[in-house]
Antibody, heavy 121, light 110 residues
Framework: EVQLVQSGAEVKKPGESLRISCKGF????????IGWVRQLPGKGLEWMGT????????RYSPSFQGQVTISADKSISTVYVQWSSLKASDTAMYYC??????????????WGQGTLVTVSS | QSVLTQPPSVSAAPGQKVTISCSGS????????VSWYQQLPGTAPKLLIY???KRPSGIPDRFSGSKSGTSATLGITGLQTGDEADYYC???????????FGTGTKVTVL
């Protein structure tokens, strides 16, 4: 069974660094793009960027370029998103999602359960 | 703000039909496939439609998708209380070189 399992909720202070993770189970991890999606409280979905774990080819949404770093460790089937200096405005739910392997276009068929990040002084 | 525009909300009685529009441009919907996602309260999004009109295994045929030009539409027939959720369209945007989601539509079953 395909699963994406994300790390647990985090509470951090402004200026602190953070890395959250998404571990894939039940499929060939290096064969599928994994993306990160942000959802601010009470708001819609925002695509942050995506990575191909086989070679760590990474693409960022312009809104998130320079704000976060997406990485992967294929040896442990895990992708990450990290912040070097958090802001209160980074408070959100973050989802990872796998690109659908059977579609011609870009869609995401499996999603992680979400990681809630709270940044507050 | 998103480059894909959806109505904030739609509603209908149980058993009725609703349609949700997703309006874009030639650099996104006009040149790429559209997918649709359902997000039930407090849960992760779920893929409903991919490649404009295809349903993943397990998605009932009450859900349908279509695309024409720079717009796409999600249809839900035989509306059920369990369909109350937020729905998002999504597609690749060539000019931004990134995937983009629509603004989202809340479906209410009256």
């Amino acid at each position: 069974e395909v699963q994406l399992v994300q790390s647990g909720a985090e509470v951090k202070k402004p200026g602190e660094s953070l890395r959250i993770s998404c571990k894939g189970f039940g499929y060939s991890f290096t064969s599928y793009w994994i993306g990160w999606v942000r959802q601010l409280p009470g708001k819609g979905l925002e695509w942050m960027g995506t990575i191909y774990p086989a070679d760590s080819d990474t693409r960022y949404s312009p809104s998130f370029q320079g704000q976060v770093t997406i990485s992967a460790d294929k040896s442990i089937s895990t992708v990450y998103v990290q912040w070097s200096s958090l802001k209160a405005s980074d408070t959100a739910m973050y989802y990872c999602a796998r690109r659908t392997g059977y579609s011609s276009g870009w869609s995401s068929d499996y999603w992680g359960q979400g990681t809630l990040v709270t940044v507050s002084s | 703000q998103s480059v894909l525009t959806q109505p904030p909300s739609v509603s209908a009685a149980p058993g009725q039909k609703v349609t949700i529009s997703c309006s874009g441009s030639s650099s996104n919907i006009g040149d790429n496939y559209v997918s649709w996602y359902q997000q039930l309260p407090g849960t992760a999004p779920k893929l409903l439609i991919y490649d404009n009109n295809k349903r993943p295994s397990g998605i009932p045929d009450r859900f349908s998708g279509s695309k024409s030009g720079t717009s796409a539409t999600l249809g839900i027939t035989g509306l059920q209380t369990g369909d109350e959720a937020d729905y998002y369209c999504g597609t690749w945007n060539n000019s931004l070189s990134t995937f983009v989601f629509g603004t989202g539509t809340k479906v209410t079953v009256l």
